[in-house]
């Protein structure tokens, strides 16, 4: 495997823990949402990766390389549990009996996936440094 396909994975998954990174920060940023434009409160949206291969040209060209592949987001699916239900007569959006049905985004759980998120970031950051000093120390052998 050639430093160009480590660089290509690693950025694949960059760029895949940044799409979850931000479908995590709107998910934060929405937990009080009563009232969407769709109607009703904010619904918790899930990030789902698939592995994705390399570009056919790149394929062609490490064709002793099999399964390498990177990962892409595959879909970003709106969670379909009901809300939670929260008595607050005095709330905006309360039913007759005092009831506002709340977003179903724990905070806990998504301060967990954001850590996650963060260390896969983290980890694939590290890849692309370490990449780039072995190729460095490879040009300075040529010397």
């Known amino acids: 495997m050639d430093i160009f396909t480590t660089?290509?994975?690693?950025?694949?998954?960059?760029?895949?823990?940044?799409?979850?990174?931000?479908t995590i920060s709107s998910n934060i940023a929405?937990?009080?949402?009563?009232?969407?434009?769709?109607?009703?409160?904010?619904k918790?949206?899930?990030?789902?990766?698939?592995?994705?291969?390399?570009s056919f040209a790149d394929h062609l060209h490490n064709s002793m390389e099999k399964g390498l592949s990177g990962v892409k987001v595959a879909k970003i699916l709106e969670d379909?549990?009901?809300?939670?239900?929260?008595?607050d007569?005095?709330?905006p959006d309360a039913d007759k009996d005092g009831y506002v049905d709340m977003p179903n985004v724990n905070v806990l759980?998504?301060?967990?996936?954001?850590?996650?998120?963060?260390?896969s970031y983290e980890a694939n950051t590290t890849i692309v440094k370490s990449a780039k000093r072995m190729a460095l120390k490879a040009l300075e052998i040529g010397r």
């Open 44 to 54: 918790k949206k899930s990030v789902y990766f698939q592995s994705t291969p390399i």
């Open 80 to 87: 379909q549990n009901p809300p939670r239900r929260v008595y």
């Open 109 to 119: 759980k998504e301060m967990t996936d954001m850590m996650s998120a963060t260390r």
């Open 30 to 42: 929405n937990v009080d949402t009563t009232s969407t434009p769709e109607g009703g409160p904010y």
């Open 7 to 22: 660089f290509k994975i690693a950025s694949s998954a960059l760029k895949a823990q940044r799409i979850r990174l931000d």
């Open 89 to 91: 007569p005095s709330h």
